[in-house]
């Protein structure tokens, strides 16, 4: 009998449900069907406890695109992590108790029911960020951990919140809550996506193994934010400049940090930080559809990046500095050509499926007429991300190989080319096929013939400028290269927050510990203590005494 591991169970598992609900997802969307499943867990005299679901076209749609993903990370991950081992075993329930999680997530119309899938990828994604056990992965998985758990706080406001208007279930409620639930939902949301002011956390979640990473920043825990202001989307409560403001701030910025980094993996996930401002920021102009579009696009091409920088580091002794690499494409000429497809895809090249994304919300954008800068903030986050993409090839690709002298790198065969293949397919052509599939085309929009092709202008300058940039040295300050390879020291202005926080209960302290303590259980002891002593005193003292104080009470009580 041949053995066959869980992990070839569970690709064949996911796989095939994501194209069953694929189609399930298009037959719904033609149809316009919308359907509800309400679940009775608990029934007590008047009291009952439901687990309600919902199955559109948008979370059919959402949920094949997980499974899809998921089911080529799983794929990889027999490679990667190995199999046939209880520790392999262990990281495969672990990957899938986190897919069952945003699952929960994604078909929840209800508020109570969202809140066991959102927490439930939070706590795993602490047990996956910590998985190699070292103090790297320990302090990443705290600082992942507890962003996300800040996050929890608004999701919580608003749950209590809702109680007033009746019902947990926001899909009827969206054009009556107050702007003020909206802002706590936003918030929460701000957090699991990363965007300013708690973006140090993606970053640092790169401690995991690369198959996490995949899932992590390709369709799971960062678009779970974006999906929730999807159900959510109201156009009175959404039009805000300031939400818009920071959602920019947060593309322009990664984009910027990511042009200073030198490790692999977290130049990705700058990248993945600048694509959701980009989806955050189209949603707060009110493009709900083409931000759906492309969280659908954006997961395919950067799964894919991020399968096949996992190849590069496999193959490289566990090495992630692009400063090492070089020359990769002569070792390993196919798995270059999937990772240079899934840049250009990034970048927004013609007729790759980031292009159809990307081009159509930048479009809308000079079409709606907004501000020069957020028009100008918009077109230069595109040639930036250009210009990471293609300073990140000229490092890895065409300059000289800096790592050992000996070379033990091949293009095999193995489950690990099989999956970016598959991915590699889907990168291409998701975005036309998604665009004629779903009618996402059927905008009529005319610009000047310079606005139409600014944007292709901007991506061949900042591809220009990316290679001009990799010729020069450092000519800055060594200042300027900590500020952005720090994130714009981020993570150090919350310990400003905490220091005057601090100190403003130290000096309240004093007041604070004696009410405290004189009113609170310290005092109570205290008192209950002094009169059992004069008791005691009074009862082992002169019989005269206790005899006295019994004629006193007799009287009294006559």
């Known amino acids: 009998m041949v053995k066959i591991s869980f992990y070839i169970y569970w690709f064949f598992f996911m796989f095939f449900m994501s194209m069953l609900i694929f189609i399930t997802s298009l037959y719904y969307l033609y149809?316009?069907?919308?359907?509800?499943?309400?679940?009775?867990?608990?029934?007590?005299?008047?009291?009952?406890?439901?687990?309600?679901m919902i199955f559109d076209w948008i979370s059919l749609m959402f949920c094949s695109t997980v499974m899809f993903?998921?089911?080529?990370?799983?794929?990889?991950?027999?490679?990667?992590?190995?199999?046939?081992?209880?520790?392999?075993?262990?990281?495969?329930?672990?990957?899938?108790?986190?897919?069952?999680?945003?699952?929960?997530?994604?078909?929840?119309?209800?508020?109570?029911?969202?809140?066991?899938?959102?927490?439930?990828?939070?706590?795993?994604?602490?047990c996956l960020v910590i998985y190699y056990s070292s103090n790297k992965s320990?302090?990443?998985?705290?600082?992942?951990?507890?962003?996300?758990?800040?996050?929890?706080?608004?999701?919580?406001?608003?749950?209590?919140?809702?109680?007033?208007?009746?019902?947990?279930?926001?899909l009827y409620y969206n054009y009556m809550f107050p702007s003020y639930l909206f802002f706590m939902i936003v918030?929460?949301?701000?957090?699991?996506?990363?965007?300013?002011?708690?973006?140090?956390?993606?970053?640092?979640?790169?401690?995991?193994?690369t198959p996490v990473s995949s899932l992590v920043h390709s369709s799971t825990l960062v678009t779970a934010g974006v999906y929730l202001l999807i159900r959510f989307f109201s156009c009175l409560s959404f039009s805000n400049l300031y939400f818009l403001f920071l959602s920019m701030m947060t593309m322009f910025f990664s984009s910027i940090c990511a042009s200073y980094e030198f490790d692999l993996k977290k130049i990705i996930a700058l990248s993945t930080l600048s694509q959701l401002g980009l989806m955050m920021s189209s949603l707060f102009l009110g493009m709900v559809d083409l931000a759906f579009f492309h969280l659908l696009t954006h997961?395919?091409?950067?799964?894919?990046?991020f399968l096949c920088s996992g190849i590069f580091i496999f193959y490289m002794n566990d090495n992630q500095d692009i400063r090492m690499?070089?020359?990769?494409?002569?070792?390993?000429?196919?798995?270059?050509?999937?990772?240079?497809?899934?840049?250009?895809?990034?970048?927004?090249?013609?007729f790759l499926s980031g292009f159809y994304s990307k081009d159509f919300i930048i479009e809308n954008l000079s079409f709606n007429g907004m501000n020069l800068f957020i028009f100008f903030i918009f077109y230069i986050s595109l040639g930036l991300t250009a210009f990471y993409s293609s300073r990140l090839f000229f490092y890895s690709m065409i300059m000289n190989y800096n790592f050992l002298n000996f070379n033990f790198m091949k293009d095999d065969f193995i489950f690990m080319k099989l999956s970016i293949f598959v991915l590699t397919f889907f990168s291409i052509f998701s975005g036309c096929m998604l665009m004629w599939m779903m009618n996402f085309d059927l905008m009529f929009i005319i610009l000047p013939f310079k606005l139409k092709l600014l944007s292709l202008i901007f991506v061949f300058f900042g591809l220009w400028l990316g290679l001009e940039i990799f010729k020069f040295k450092y000519f800055f300050n060594l200042k300027y290269y900590i500020f952005h390879g720090y994130m714009w020291f981020m993570f150090s202005y919350s310990y400003f927050l905490y220091n005057f926080c601090y100190k403003y209960c130290v000096y309240n302290s004093f007041y604070t510990s004696s009410?405290?303590?004189?009113y609170g259980g310290y005092g109570l002891s205290i008192y209950i203590l002094k009169i059992s002593s004069f008791f005691q005193f009074y009862s082992m003292n002169n019989f005269k005494i206790f005899l006295l104080s019994f004629m006193i009470w007799f009287i009294y009580m006559i």
């Open 31 to 52: 149809n316009d069907y919308v359907i509800m499943f309400e679940w009775m867990i608990f029934s007590c005299n008047s009291f009952c406890l439901y687990y309600l």
């Open 69 to 126: 993903i998921s089911s080529m990370v799983i794929l990889y991950s027999i490679n990667y992590i190995g199999d046939f081992s209880y520790s392999s075993n262990r990281f495969l329930f672990i990957v899938l108790l986190f897919i069952f999680s945003m699952v929960l997530m994604i078909i929840s119309p209800n508020l109570i029911s969202i809140m066991l899938g959102w927490d439930g990828l939070g706590l795993v994604s602490y």
């Open 138 to 170: 320990y302090l990443a998985g705290l600082i992942t951990c507890l962003t996300n758990r800040l996050g929890d706080i608004g999701l919580l406001i608003s749950v209590c919140w809702m109680m007033s208007f009746g019902s947990w279930h926001f």
């Open 187 to 209: 918030i929460s949301c701000f957090t699991k996506s990363a965007q300013i002011p708690f973006s140090c956390w993606l970053p640092a979640a790169m401690a995991a193994p």
């Open 299 to 305: 997961a395919m091409f950067k799964s894919l990046l």
């Open 325 to 350: 690499m070089g020359s990769i494409s002569v070792f390993m000429p196919i798995t270059c050509s999937c990772f240079n497809i899934s840049s250009l895809t990034l970048c927004g090249i013609p």
């Open 515 to 518: 009410w405290g303590e004189f």
